[in-house]
């Protein structure tokens, strides 16, 4: 009998995965509307369950709180499907009639996804729905530290899809977890894609595989909080992400930067507030605790309540404590407060000037966090871009809590727990992966062209040199000598010099060369006979202004815009103009940045 824990999770691995790409062939030929009714179906169920899926989170891995994982199973399960609903993933996705082409989803077929031990179960319910939604099978590695509840969520899900018409088997879950299973998993010659969360190591793997794969980086989140803000309601919208699950999200604020005369006024909002501020022997303390390794987060002291983490330092602090504060000296790995720290602890840095705090958070973006997230709290639109600009990340977040805003609760980025950190990160994409990540497109496109059409004469490649003379050939004599003695006046000769050159025989030779007839002259062509004293010629017309530009078209701007909008303006190949009172519905947006159609404009 084999008794080898890692054989096991092999053996394991390898039966599922089959087992999965057996109930993918039926499953890949599903309609949109078959798939849709699977992905509602599941979503209700782990609707159902959400919040028992989230206390046995917190019970099996110890971090976090359940009401906060409720929230995040909901994000999965209720938010999400939303947002998908009329996204078209199967068949015919895009018909672009003007241009002759039809866009069509091909699924990729078995999705491996390799979770979290720190969001277990909204992960779970997260990479099952955008791969069914894409019409692909799944088989789940989960955490070895969060086993139990991901299998449960999992079989959750499986039940719901199995009722609603999916085949059995298209969602697998490893029951025996282990390193060297979900190493499996993502080389198996059936795996199509990975989706991979959790630390550098598995991410690294996945991305070390030989297989496509999304794989997301490390967050070491800064926000700045601009002097133009208001004080009261961006601390505690700070403390709000700071807090929420007690910082086991990577997305959550790591570090609030502010400009030294908002000192006092920000460390008396968060004293009223419940922050513990860290003298500076409790700051070295908490520093020593959290980092025993590099910038490797304790994994004792990940999603724990602030109170436990004070005493494990060696302080104590008030039982209404909501987050422990500790001011910075400065960046880098000889501070190492400034990394990412998956728990309820945030870092201060103030500086001298807004360019500086911009600097700042670069700085700590670059220690840790590229690519991922960063905010600013700020009433300054020009400054928030200018920000934004300035920012290697990803998701550049303005007044709100950076981990409901990353995730899509409280803005209108896609809802998404695989949040991607871009090329600057070793990552495959910079978005927060959706279903449209999880398929490919075929184009079915019409010959439109001959060949010799392809590649029409550029007219700048046409343009003459100053020695060559390019004339129509239909030009009769008279009317090519007098573009010759244009050409020479040009070249600034006088009109004395000009009247001894020989036009009538440049013309010929011209003509001549051109294949064209040189018919003799009439009496009345002046090319061939003397030319006569010239009379002074008259001053030159006053010229033409050019006639105004017209007037821009007035645009229609459209107040109301919903997703069948958004649909008839990508089959009409037009663009639909918004202005700042637009209502634009979260489906209309979605579509309407994924085909550029919205164009925002003023009146």
């Known amino acids: ?320 404590t909501t987050v422990l504060i500790a001011e910075l000296g400065g960046i880098g790995h000889d501070h190492p407060l400034s990394a990412e720290k998956l728990s309820p602890v945030l870092s201060l840095y103030f500086v001298d000037s807004f360019d500086k705090a911009v600097d700042a958070c670069e700085a700590i973006l670059r220690f840790g966090g590229l690519g991922h997230t960063c905010g600013i709290h700020t009433e300054d639109d020009a400054k928030a871009r200018e920000f934004a600009r300035r920012m290697p990340a990803f998701r550049v977040l303005v007044n709100t809590p950076t981990p409901q805003g990353s995730t899509g609760i409280t803005t209108n980025v896609f809802p998404a727990m695989t949040l991607g950190c871009g090329a600057i990160a070793g990552n495959a994409t910079g978005d927060n992966v959706s279903p449209l990540h999880l398929i490919n497109t075929k184009r079915l496109a019409w010959a439109v062209r001959k060949p010799e059409e392809a590649f029409p004469p550029r007219p700048a490649d046409q343009e003459a040199s100053p020695t060559q003379i390019n004339m129509p050939t239909n030009m009769d004599k008279a009317t090519v000598a007098a573009a010759v003695e244009r050409y020479l006046t040009g070249r600034g000769l006088s009109d004395a010099t000009a009247s001894t050159v020989n036009v009538a025989s440049i013309v010929d030779r011209f003509l001549a060369s051109r294949g064209l007839p040189t018919p003799a002259p009439t009496p009345n062509c002046g090319c061939d006979l003397p030319e006569a004293p010239r009379a002074a010629d008259p001053k030159p017309a006053a010229p033409v202004p050019p006639p105004p530009p017209p007037a821009p078209p007035k645009l229609e701007i459209t107040d109301f815009v919903c997703e069948n909008d958004v649909r008839q303006a990508i089959n009409q190949s037009r663009k639909i103009y918004i202005g700042k009172k637009s209502i634009v519905t979260p489906s209309a947006r979605d579509l309407g940045i994924q085909y550029d159609v919205l164009v925002v404009a003023e009146r």
Request: proline share 5%.
């Open 1 to 320: 009998m084999l008794e080898d824990k890692d054989l096991l999770s092999i053996q394991e691995v390898r039966a599922k995965v089959e087992l999965a790409y057996t109930a993918w062939q039926p499953y890949r030929r599903f309609n949109q509307q078959q798939v849709d009714a699977i992905v509602e179906a599941m979503a209700r169920a782990a609707r159902a369950a959400s919040m028992r899926l989230a206390e046995m989170a917190v019970q099996e891995t110890g971090y976090g709180r359940a009401e906060d994982k409720h929230a995040k199973n909901m994000l999965a399960a209720d938010l999400l499907p939303r947002r998908m609903q009329g996204m078209k993933t199967i068949g015919v996705i895009r018909e672009l009639p003007e241009e002759r082409v039809v866009e069509i989803a091909e699924p990729v077929g078995v999705v491996a996804a390799i979770l979290p031990t720190t969001n277990p179960t909204s992960t779970a319910i997260y990479k099952t729905l955008i791969s069914l939604k894409a019409g692909n099978a799944i088989v789940l590695s989960p955490h070895p530290r969060a086993k139990a509840c991901t299998c449960a969520t999992v079989d959750v899900l499986s039940r719901a899809a199995t009722a609603a018409g999916a085949p059995d088997g298209i969602i697998q879950c490893a029951t025996n977890a282990t390193m060297e299973g979900a190493n499996e998993l993502m080389r198996h010659k059936r795996t199509a894609v990975i989706l991979s969360t959790g630390g550098s190591g598995i991410v690294k793997a996945a991305y070390s595989s030989g297989k496509p794969a999304y794989g997301v980086g490390p967050g070491n989140v800064p926000v700045l909080l601009d002097t133009t803000a208001n004080i009261g309601e961006a601390v505690a919208k700070v403390l709000s992400g700071k807090t929420f699950d007690f910082g086991t999200l990577c997305s959550s604020e790591q570090t609030l930067v502010a400009e030294k005369p908002l000192r006092d006024a920000v460390l008396t909002e968060l004293r009223n507030r419940g922050a513990h501020i860290c003298d500076a022997p409790q700051a070295a303390a908490l520093a020593k605790l959290l980092f025993r390794q590099g910038t490797t987060v304790n994994a004792d002291c990940v999603g724990q309540d602030p109170r436990k983490i004070a005493q494990m330092a060696g302080f104590n602090v008030a039982d209404s």
